[in-house]
Every structure is written in C-alpha cells, then in structure tokens.
C-alpha cells in the first residue's frame, strides 16, 4: 500500500454534523472514531463535553464547529462560541467565514473575523481550520486571498467546506461539490508550509482519501470513516497475501 493504515486514519476528522444527530449516533460516532483511530471527531458545540468524555484516554482529539454552517454569527459570538468549546474539551476548532463579507469584498472585516477565534483558540492551545465554503465562492482570486489573509492570521488550517454547502441552481435544484482537486490544489499552493489543507465534502471511498493525500492535504471530514479504513484492511491483507 502506499501509506500506511496511521498515516491515512490519523487525517480523517470523524464528522458528526448532521441536522439530525441524537445523542445515540454521537456516542455510535465517537466509538467508531476510538476504534480506527482517526485524527478527531468534528461535532457541534453543544455535544463536546460529552464527547470529551467518551474519548477520554483514546488519543481521537475533540474538534468544534463555529459559526456553522452558515458563518453568519457576529465574531464575537465565534470567538465566545470557541472559549465555550475549548473549555468543554476541544483542542481543534472549524470555523467557518463570513462568506457575505467575502463575496463583498469586506476583507478588513473578514481578517478580524478569523483573527479573534485564531487568537481565542490559540490561548486555549487549540488549533484552527477554517472553512472557506467553495461552492459560493464564484472564482479562484476569492479562495487565493483567503488563503492568504488566514496566514497574516495566525490560522493553522485551511479547509474547503463545511459539508452543507448546497447551491441552488437555475432548475432550482440544490447540488454541491464539496473538496474539488482544483480546489486543493490551489489553497496548498497559495498557503505556506506552516498552513495545513483540510478537504471536506465528496471524499467517500479509500481512493478518493489517498487522492486527495497525495494533493497534499494534512486532514480530511468524513462520514464514511469505517468504509474506507475497512476497505484499507482488505486491500493491505490482500496485498500481503500475494507477496
């Protein structure tokens, strides 16, 4: 294989955002993420404390939403919302932007708004990924000076989508793409080393995982974690047998 079970298991961020979560499929969830051994769980703020709970001791990292999924909270709501989180367990913290105030060209606005949670998270020692929303943004000269205004501010990843990001089109259905590789392709090349990429959004099977490892992305949101790991044991053994 060409990576190891670690170095693919420990980029995903187990994700448990759905609308429609219970407290039953986050506790499913976290035991899922223990088991394969996966970076973090990504779950909404109410649910970290428990989250903390149940992963207490496992080595899987408790990572918050904020501002999700939307980015329309004031920042000081994100930055509250992300003390909030990092004082109930989170270590990693997914915000999204004010996608408004890009599309408008507001960037003085849209640098304090990531400003305050980087500077809110990194005194909790917790690290910030935050999420651009590609699918409404209507060109690359857009994510080219997001990625640069997260590095002026001290942000840690930069990451493609939330995941809920549905465009309505003209026929007046909804549709969504999610971690594009034109996409990665440019935010890794417009971020330094010292800024990480994370896809989320369409990455379902194993070789859309080591696809997008092999773009250079650090983590990677997935619901279909156990598919994919369960898939890497498969193809390993099968390997190691015909050796």
């Not at 994510?143 to 640069?148: D, S, V, W, Y």
């Amino acid at each position: 294989m060409k990576y190891t079970y670690d170095e693919l298991a420990r980029m995903i961020d187990h994700s448990l955002l759905h609308p429609t979560m219970t407290d039953q499929d986050l506790e499913t969830g976290c035991k899922v993420a223990a088991k394969y051994r996966v970076a973090s769980v990504c779950i909404k703020p109410y649910a970290v404390k428990r989250a903390a709970q149940l992963l207490q001791g496992s080595g899987v990292k408790v990572g918050a939403v904020v501002g999700f999924p939307h980015g329309g909270s004031s920042t000081e709501v994100k930055r509250y919302e992300t003390e909030r989180a990092c004082r109930d367990g989170a270590s990693e913290i997914d915000m999204v932007i004010n996608i408004g105030k890009a599309l408008s060209g507001d960037w003085k606005y849209v640098a304090q708004d990531i400003g305050a949670v980087v500077r809110e998270a990194h005194q909790h020692q917790a690290i910030v990924k935050v999420i651009f929303e590609n699918d409404f943004l209507p060109n690359d000269k857009i994510k080219i000076k997001l990625c640069r205004l997260c590095e002026k501010a001290g942000a840690d990843f930069v990451k493609t989508s939330t995941g809920y990001g549905f465009v309505k089109g003209a026929d007046g259905k909804y549709s969504y793409q999610g971690a594009t590789e034109a996409d990665l392709k440019l935010m890794r090349a417009h971020c330094s080393s010292q800024v990480q990429v994370k896809a989320a959004g369409g990455v379902r099977d194993l070789d859309a995982l080591i696809r997008v490892r092999d773009l250079g992305t650090a983590r990677c949101g997935a619901t279909a974690t156990a598919t994919m790991l369960e898939e890497y044991k498969r193809r390993a053994k099968a390997e190691k047998k015909g050796s």
